[in-house]
């Protein structure tokens, strides 16, 4: 599949892009993500290894895009709102992930 990302063109095909990832170490998440095989590379990871090119030069969408289009799975950063907390009991109560409770 031919695809754009930092204005050059690639032809991309899902078989080249899990040879090319075969043996890397992902990174840690914080942002946007594709799983390849059963692991989640940051999305400028990928686009690091598959274009050879920096970081700086392409968007994570541009990668999103183009693994989304090759079939593979893409997860977007959606940061959670915080939720609100009245009293001591109701913030310690939601980090430890405990349902919410009313005083």
């Known amino acids: ?31 946007e993500s594709v799983i390849i095989g059963r692991r989640h590379y940051p999305a400028k990871q990928v686009g690091q290894v598959i274009t050879r090119q920096d970081r700086r030069d392409f968007s994570a969408g541009e990668v999103l895009r183009a693994m989304a289009q090759l079939g593979f799975t893409c997860r977007t950063f959606t940061e959670a709102a915080p939720a609100r907390c009245d009293s001591p009991l109701q913030r310690a109560s939601a980090l430890l992930g405990a349902p919410h409770l009313s005083v």
Do not use: H, N, Y
């Open 1 to 31: 599949m031919r695809c754009v990302i930092a204005r050059f063109p690639f032809d991309l095909t899902r078989s080249g892009v899990l040879e090319s990832m075969k043996g890397v170490k992902p990174e840690p998440v914080s942002g």
